[in-house]
């Protein structure tokens, strides 16, 4: 019995895993010209996340969305999907300037949040949304059934939607360039902010969401550590041209393990190929980071993640009430590392460390400015976050009565009801692009759609 368990836990799933990688590797070498929708149909086997602990202070991981997936099948079955790159560079279409909203007072409601991959940047996507459609802010959208905003490209005057009234806040991915973002989004009436991760477990989430052990055919029974240990081999296998059909939305040539925290906050690291690369000049790379720091307002930290909020709705004057939140996909994966190989990292990703350096001590610096009763809401928030936890998606969840939160010195008297628990769990992209196209059904739109290798 104990034998035959041994059998079945210790040598079945590495041989599973061994057969996919042979299936892959041999896909690979005959250039199997397999097409994207089968890709997306016999997907790959997801690694099983093992469960290390539950950390309530760090989120979502893999968090490709079922929503997200949907998408993608449409996108897909639309034809109109990756065909090359081709991308158009001069653009001479109308632009819609911004300008103070006058619903939107005190810069409440005008906001860029620049999407990071992989840092738990969904939650805090779902929080924008519901508060942008419950106050009918205009959001910039992606042309037609894209995902994003040219993410990973820098974002160009064809990659949105047309709409006649001025933007008032931009969430999905798009790539920050002070330039284009500044042209949409007046710096002096839209609050710049975007959200990072701690780089070491923003890998480790990366590695198992981009499936890089699959797509990298890596065999080891560490695939962690063999892959840091061959990192640029690896890298080279997993953005090359051959393995396109097997990626997800990730283009010819993009890494998704170096710097990509940096490149999401519009770094020029050599990507898309020609374009000018400063990894190697730490100088400049300072310089850009200083930059951010003046252009943004804030920069949350995914491991402070309440403290984070509360200072975001502070800066945006909303309630604390619109920070309540349900977690999208929390989960910890448990792979250790040692430092030989965190060194490494920190050496492949080191602008990514720089970065995250960099704005965990400008938080704690704002934070501080705050004064004492910060973190008396914090507390606040956390307090009725559980209870929202407990009353949404806890045991008890068939009660049918309100949850009442009394008042305290940061919260009015608070009514969460199960149609609230339900608003929380959806990703309200439908309703915001719904809300759009109506508003914007008599605008035209004749540009030519762009093509590019991604989403
Ligand atoms: C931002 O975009 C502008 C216009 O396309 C471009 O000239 C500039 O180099 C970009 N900035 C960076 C840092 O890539
Ligand atoms: C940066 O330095 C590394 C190591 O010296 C080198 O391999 C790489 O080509 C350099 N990159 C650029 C863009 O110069
Ligand atoms: C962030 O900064 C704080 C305050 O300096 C420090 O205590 C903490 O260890 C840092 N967090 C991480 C994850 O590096
Ligand atoms: C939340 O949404 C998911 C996916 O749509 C669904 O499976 C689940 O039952 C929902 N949970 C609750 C508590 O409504």
Known sequence: MVRKRYILLRVLPPMIIFLIGMLCLKNLYLGYNKSYEDKLDSDFVPQKPQVESFDSNAYVQNEMMADEKEKLHELMNSGKHLQNFDM???????????????QCPNQKCNFLFIKTMKCATETVVRILRKYSYDNNLNIMLPQKKRLYLAWPYLMDDLDYRLSDRPFNGLIDHAIYNKTIMNRYFPPETTHYVTIIREPLKHFKSAFSYFKIQQIAGIFAKHPLTEYLENIKYYDSIYKSHEAAHYRYCIPDGFSVTKN?????????????????DITNNSLAVREY??????????????????????????????????L????????????????????????????????????????????????PDFY??????????????????????????????????????????RKDCESMNISWLDKIKEKFDGDNKHVVDSRPELRRQTC
């Not at 407990?390 to 008297?413: A, P, V």
């Open 88 to 102: 158009i560079k001069e653009s001479k279409f109308p632009k819609t300037t911004s300008s103070t909203n006058k």
């Open 260 to 276: 990509l925290i940096a490149h999401c906050l519009g770094m020029p690291l050599g990507f898309p190929y020609g374009r000018h």
């Open 289 to 322: 980071i200083r930059n951010l720091d003046r252009e943004f307002s804030l920069v949350m930290i995914v491991e402070y993640f309440h403290e984070s909020l509360v200072l975001f709705k502070r800066l945006m004057k909303w309630q604390l009430k619109d």
């Open 324 to 371: 309540i939140y349900k977690f999208v996909n929390r989960g910890t994966y448990y792979f250790s590392l040692s430092n030989r190989y965190k060194e490494k990292h920190k050496k492949w990703a080191s602008i990514d460390y720089m970065i995250y350096e960099h704005f965990n001590e400008t938080l704690w610096k704002k934070i501080a400015a705050e004064g």
């Open 376 to 417: 008396d809401e914090v507390k606040q928030f956390s307090h009725i976050q559980k209870q929202v936890n407990h009353y949404c998606w806890g045991l008890d969840k068939h009660l049918h009565k309100n949850l009442e939160i009394s008042h305290s010195q940061f919260n009015s008297d608070l009514k969460i009801s």
